[in-house]
């Protein structure tokens, strides 16, 4: 959607029921135009090559320095999510503020940021206790802390949220009841939101950072895929809560999505750097083992191939099958998160989220389908990937690396144990 | 608070701003009485001797059921906490729904029960994976069946959340926009305030009832010496949300508790029924080693106690800690309860109780305590998990019988070699 000029605040959303005349941007369809074509299509905005340039270049600014980051490692990446994310919740706790309530309750905002800090703790406490202990292993008082951190986490979480609640009922002013229960239920459900995602974000990052890059770049392929052939081709409106995108487009981009899945998992997953898993916090090189997915098992070329093709077999990594199938979820699926973005614009009287990014928006309106597709990502790696993953040879390792040799007995007694049952039970 | 024959239905929440008419009901205090003192206090009611029989005779109603589920076992309380749960989840569905423009959107109360029904597939499927593969170990086909269920949980239900999210944004109405995303984040906050306090509640069960009854008498406890304190002793008022409430109620019955906590706990820690942990999901008898904290400890008395020395089981301290959370933290639970009453205009959330409100009335302060209850058994009751146990999970959960006994194998193989290598170097 593009960028208007004074669109800097929020409406008054849950103010008054009659309709807000919808403002025009000078990017819109001329009236007459609108007559002769009856809906606003993208294809005759005659400012559209404009908005273009405008959009390609904060795109090229943003891709830009996301393959910086990705150069710089794990950590890095982790703290792009961060920021990533303190600036959407911004966003997202400024949008149903309103400027005359907030006067009467001191102290308010610093609540919402309280309960985005206990957020914090306690799902990136959880993501990288594991990781934290394996980095501090060699200092022993250090190690002291940090499992005592660990034990003690969600304990601490979860007093620091009592504290916060207790905070929150103990401010409650008359006559501001419904504001301040309103504002307690927006604060939750922003911060679930933002926190769901960037949680399993983080969690697939440290999987290896194929498993973050992948799926980020198959949405932003979909939505340039979108924009290119919607561009050139559209005609058709897709939903009526989103007027600009059309049928032409969100095809066009299904297709291409899937087709550069497929190839882009070939390439992405042939460095080490993206394919190993990080189990610890250093920042250095990384060598692995990659595991079978990432193995290339040649297929001959099919024969409808011309001669002059040099190669006569195709290296196929078995993680492009699993990269296809990323691919129609984010090209079918994930633009929903777009939609529900638009509804909730509409419903509220919004028109973007906010203003960081000349012409596309807020960081919200970039990270909306971004949230339903990290959310997927992470629930596919964990069910079909991981699971392929454990085999008895790497079970078999991490009994040799992490238990004493006493460890190893009782295992082996306990395994004794429940396996004579087992076969005893079904003879 | 005191049910009022006149609040059958919700007024409408967030309508008109215009400050309704308290609506007195037939228990308040006549206008001279208030003039003359200045309060509500409970003190004061003339019917209040009519209101205790009611609360009295279905409370003991309420106790005496529970008492019967009790005595009945894990399965039949978890029963229980499910059915309370859907009349809870029902009663606050309903609350902030608007005949009106439900006639117009056919199929969204289905939407909400489609929610309830994901969420309740993916907490009760994670409590109960472990338990609901140890009971059917013996038949191999169901065995196969609840594998495959286990693996794909998290996707299915994801999947399902993902239909209603589609199903949502498809069918948003103009003009309604506003109306259908508050509903939509209404059934998130109520999903998520009542399944994480039950998921908590069914796992403190199954790792034993104690660890469920122990908390939920004390709140019981500490409301019923609430009133009787606050009944016959009370003065000086609490806190404005709640007019009823008295400081001496409060500090009489925070003592009770704490001491019947001490006192409880060693009552109901001699019982193995409630002390033992239910690791299948059969209904029989148990008997186990209930540990460490539950074998009871002599401290010898001063002369001139009747009794030589006393048994104290090591649990007790813990009760201790319960019963201090009980009494000062629990009630926020309450008095959230009571401002969101105020906020929206609300008399009760329901009436299927006699004189206590609806189920929602009751469960307010025990949901604070729940999720207590279990976060404070998982960081300082039960033991940690090993890693032996971690890795015993990943191998029952992840391979198959004959990958597991092929493992058994090698282990075995590999501890034998060892045994002999030491003892052939220390000969």
Redesign the interface.
Known sequence: MQKDNDSGGPST??GLTGRLRRRKGSNEVPPEVVKANGNHLLVNDRNKYKSMLIRIYSSVWMIGGFAFIIYMGHLYIWAMVVVIQIFMARELFNLLRRAHEDRRLRGFRLLNWHFFFTAMLFVYGRILNQRLANTVTSDTFLHKLVSGFI??H??TC?FLY?AG??WF?LT?K?KM??Y??GQY??T??IL?VVFTQSSFTVANIFEGIFWFLLPASLIVINDIAAYFFGFFFGRTPLI??SPKKTWEGFIGASFATILSAFVLANILGRFQWLTCPRKDLSTGWLHCDPGPLFKPGYSPVPQWFPQWFPWREIPILPVQWHAAGLGLFSSI?AP?GG??AS??K???KIKDFGDSIPGHGGITDRMDCQM?MA??AY??H???IV?QS?S?EV??D???M??T?E??????M???Q??Q???F??S
């Open positions: 959303p849950s034990k003690y969600m304990v979860y009592i609640f207790m009922i409650l008359k009841y419904k301040q229960f239920a927006w939750h459900m679930i009526k809560l699926i929903f939609f529900f509804g909730f509409r419903a509220f339903v959310v997927f629930i596919y964990q069910s079909f699971a454990v008895i079970i078999m991490q009994i040799l992490n238990l040799f460890e190893q007995r009782a295992l082996y306990k395994l004794e429940i396996l049952e087992k076969v039970g079904e």
